[in-house]
């Protein structure tokens, strides 16, 4: 979720279908391996196996790896298979969305999150329309009002697939990550690229309420987010409120 920090999209962020098949296998090959604690040195199972596993041909993933060795993500032996490399971060630098909690954790930032609702309801005509759902499929719906260092950054709505990880109905997230719990599931979910639109507006009632902006003049500006996994699939419908003066959005197009 974009905010106070960037929001890189990667080559066909609007069309995940526009992005070659090697090049989704690719990714969706490592983040697996990542989400799996894979380290320098982990043997990736055999060719066979993965163009099973992605119902690729030989030719598709053999590119798919030879684009995460160029990465330096993973490295060939003859006769013994493929490798994970040293090189873990350049692999998925520039082609990931990067979460709230993430982003206070990358700067040691103090997080804080109050839940204001968390519940599981049947999706909407239009949100199965935007999510690729059957109307009336269970949703997990959250809405959080989340700071930095103590202060009142953004208010946020969440609306997932339940199906996509069943564990979204029963975590805690005043202290848990909804990234983070999404990598829990099988097959992980990673959030890999989105559609993202941001408007400045007068706040309504409620946001000028939760977001401590009685008595003043500050907009807020509307985010609103549509996430696609790894597996090119929608993800996550996110509306978020941000204090226009706490917000500062930046974009890495390639």
């Keep these: 979720m974009p905010g106070l920090r960037p929001l890189e999209l990667a080559r066909g962020a609007l069309d995940p279908e526009s992005v070659p098949r090697y090049e989704r296998v690719a990714e969706q090959l490592w983040e697996e391996l990542r989400a799996g604690g894979a380290r ?4 990736l199972p055999s060719e066979r196996t993965l163009t099973e596993r992605y119902e690729v041909s030989r030719v598709t993933l ?8 160029e990465r330096g993500a993973v490295q060939a032996a003859p006769s013994r298979g493929w490798f994970v490399a040293g090189e873990v971060a350049t692999a998925t630098a520039t082609s990931h969305v990067e979460g709230f909690a993430d982003y206070a954790r990358k700067h040691r930032i103090p997080i804080s999150s109050e839940v204001l609702l968390s519940r599981v309801r049947p999706c909407t005509v239009r949100e199965a329309q935007r999510l690729r759902l059957a109307p009336g499929a269970d949703l997990f719906e959250m809405r959080r009002l989340r700071s930095l260092n103590g202060m009142v950054v953004v208010l946020e709505h969440n609306r997932l697939p339940l199906a ?3 564990a979204l109905a029963d975590t ?3 202290q848990a990550s909804l990234y983070a719990t999404l990598l829990t599931a099988d097959p992980p979910q990673i959030p890999r690229r989105a559609e993202y639109a941001v408007e400045a507006r007068p706040p309504n009632r409620e946001e000028r309420r939760l977001l401590d902006l009685e008595g003043t ?4 500006l509307m985010a609103r987010q549509l996430t696609n996994s790894q597996h090119g699939h929608p993800l996550e419908i996110t509306d978020q409120a941000y204090r ?5 959005f930046r974009a890495s197009i390639t």
Aim: overall charge neutral; hydrophobic content about 35%.
């Design 164 to 166: 996509l990880c069943p």
């Design 172 to 174: 805690d997230f005043t």
């Design 62 to 69: 053999r590119s798919a790896l030879s684009l995460l060795a």
């Design 217 to 220: 003049s500050v907009p807020v």
């Design 244 to 248: 226009g003066d706490r917000y500062q």
């Design 40 to 43: 320098s040195g982990d043997r």
